[in-house]
């Protein structure tokens, strides 16, 4: 399998706080995105960091890029209780987007 | 929100039985995409499409098939269910092969 690893599995932590989650693949890329699944719904897209960045924001969120090391993170900062979600990294090489399994992240007001 | 209806939505079925899933869209997108979600898997690829009547199968397809007769329409068919394939299903869109995908709300399918 080409599936990629996020880490943590789950990930609890007090509004305000900071989270990050991070993401390993497998294969080279050419770009790297992640997603945001509320339960029950599909998932939405949050962000894209291509193969030649290193970092990148939106918002309250910060993506990084390592393909040395084939991993990514992403940082919520400031988190709220609607940060309360699933949120996966997916990559992009020469197949359609390969998913990792998630980090199921709660945010306790 | 990207134009994209999956139908049904909730499905109960029995073993042995034909299933067809609908993934619809109305954005013209050239890619769509047929993943199904289980816990402890994540994501995994069943199908794609990249043109009308274009497929190609994915990391998990023994078991499915699918056609793509127009842009719009993406058909998911389990000739045989089988209780390993109770799942949820999406459908996803794309512009390009490597941009944004968009997702549809899912199918959630049980077969008894």
């Known amino acids: 399998s080409q599936q990629g690893e996020e880490d943590p599995q789950a990930l609890s932590i007090q509004e305000g706080e900071n989270a990050t989650m991070n993401c390993s693949y497998k294969?080279?890329?050419?770009?790297l995105q992640w997603y945001r699944q509320n339960s029950g719904r599909g998932l939405v897209h949050l962000i894209l960091?291509?193969?030649?960045?290193r970092e990148k924001h939106s918002g309250r969120l910060r993506v990084t890029l390592d393909t040395s090391k084939k991993s990514s993170s992403l940082l919520i900062t400031a988190s709220r209780a609607a940060d309360t979600a699933s949120y996966f990294c997916?990559?992009?090489?020469?197949?359609?987007?390969?998913f990792g399994k998630g980090t199921r992240l709660s945010v306790i007001a | 929100d990207a134009g994209i209806t999956q139908s049904p939505r909730h499905k109960v079925t029995e073993t042995g039985t034909p299933v067809t899933l609908r993934c619809h869209q109305t954005?013209?997108?050239?890619?769509m995409y047929w993943y199904r979600q289980d816990p402890g898997h994540g994501l995994r690829l069943i199908h794609y499409?990249?043109?009308?009547?274009?497929?190609d199968k994915g990391e998990v397809s023994d078991g499915y098939s699918v056609s793509r007769s127009k842009t719009e329409d993406f058909l998911l068919t389990l000739e045989s269910a089988t209780s390993s394939q109770t799942s949820v299903y999406f459908c996803?869109?794309?512009?390009?092969?490597?941009?944004?995908?968009?997702f549809g709300e899912g199918s959630r399918l049980t077969v008894l």
């Open positions: 996803a869109i794309s512009e390009t092969n490597l941009g944004e995908l968009f």
């Open positions: 294969t080279s890329i050419n770009n």
């Open positions: 960091i291509r193969s030649n960045e």
């Open positions: 997916a990559n992009s090489g020469n197949t359609p987007l390969v």
């Open positions: 954005e013209n997108h050239r890619y």
């Open positions: 499409s990249y043109g009308v009547k274009d497929t």
